[in-house]
């Protein structure tokens, strides 16, 4: 069955960074737009990032824009989210998701979800 397992989390200062890792197994991976979402405390699930299968086209909410990058190895079925200058209104669990389809920030339209990954920033 499909998989996505989610690491690189934790508890760091405000500028600091984190690498966020999500590996998937059991589909054809390079098949499937990689979205990243994430959700804070008390709020609902928010859009972060998604990336095309090939890794060519990505998309950012501006929250994020210039600070995240999401990228993807194909060869190692992994997906992962760079983020620098963290602040404190980054903190979250974060999830990485999978969807067979074109671009969307929709989070009901990503067919495959992670366990998530807690990441808090401190200020």
């Known amino acids: 069955q499909v998989q996505l397992v989610e690491s690189g989390g934790g508890l760091v200062q405000a500028g600091e960074s984190l690498r966020l890792s999500c590996a998937a197994s059991?589909?054809?991976?390079?098949?499937?737009?990689m979205g990243w979402f994430r959700q804070p405390p008390g709020k609902e699930r928010e859009f972060v990032a998604h990336?095309?299968?090939?890794?060519?086209?990505?998309y950012y909410t501006d929250s994020v824009k210039g600070r995240f990058t999401i990228s993807r190895d194909n060869t190692k079925n992994t997906v992962y989210l760079q983020m620098n200058s963290l602040k404190p209104e980054d903190t979250a669990v974060y999830y990485c998701a999978a969807r067979f389809g074109g671009p969307t920030i929709t989070a009901s339209e990503y067919k495959y979800w992670g366990q998530g990954t807690q990441v808090t920033v401190s200020s």
């Open positions: 059991g589909l054809a991976f390079s098949n499937y737009r």
């Open positions: 990336i095309s299968g090939s890794g060519s086209s990505t």
